[in-house]
Every structure is written in C-alpha cells, then in structure tokens.
C-alpha cells in the first residue's frame, strides 16, 4: 500500500508565492520520479514538473521561469514553488510519483489526491 499527499495548497492573492509539499509513503523500495500537474475547472491535467531520483529535472514549457520543482529522497517528499501567481494558476495541484515497492512491483504510478489552489484578491 503505498499513499501519496500534498499539502500547502489554499488562497493565495495575485502576485504571490505558492509552496506545495507531496510526501509518498508505505511500501515503497525506491521512487523513480515525482511530479507535479495541474487541472482548471472545465480543462485537462496538465505537466508542470517532474524531478527523477537524482535530481534531474523536465518542466513544461510553459510552466519553466515561474515554477520550481525539488526533491527530498530521504523523506520521500517533493516540493513545487511557484512565484507571480495570477488567477489563471488557479487549479487543483496534483502530485504523482512512480515506485518500486517492497513487494516487488516495479514502475507503479501513484497520484495524490490533489490540493486547491485559488489566486484571488
């Protein structure tokens, strides 16, 4: 069993500063990668980051300059910062991560349940 949390999300007002944790915990041997996507009312899930175990890391395009993605190995635990936010940033954040488990299972996407996020004044 393996289970996947984010935090941090909330009201945030224009131009402000947004930190989300995403901790994986259970049966977990390894992670490979963590991510960050996020999801507007009536639109897609999206990528904005993923951070591999060694730190390396990929960004959207369009979520590159603004946004911020790190990892903790020893806790299981990833963060996304994000600066200048605008109410089009509002949106559900997601985490996921892709594990090797104890048991043996191997390359296993898990996704976080989601964390609001509203820019507004």
């Known amino acids: 069993q393996v289970q996947v949390v984010e935090s941090g999300g909330g009201l945030v007002q224009p131009g402000g500063f947004l930190r989300l944790s995403c901790v994986a915990s259970g049966d977990i041997e390894s992670i490979y990668t963590m991510g960050w996507y996020r999801q507007a009312p009536g639109k897609k899930r999206d990528l904005i980051a993923v951070?591999?175990?060694?730190?390396?890391?990929r960004y959207a395009d369009s979520m590159e300059g603004r946004f911020s993605i790190f990892r903790d190995n020893a806790k299981n635990t990833t963060y996304l910062q994000a600066n200048s936010l605008t109410p089009d940033d509002t949106a559900v954040y997601y985490c996921n991560a892709v594990i090797r488990t104890n048991s043996g299972t191997s390359h296993t996407l898990y996704w976080g349940q989601g964390t609001q996020v509203t820019v507004s004044s």
């Open positions: 951070v591999g175990a060694t730190g390396d890391t």
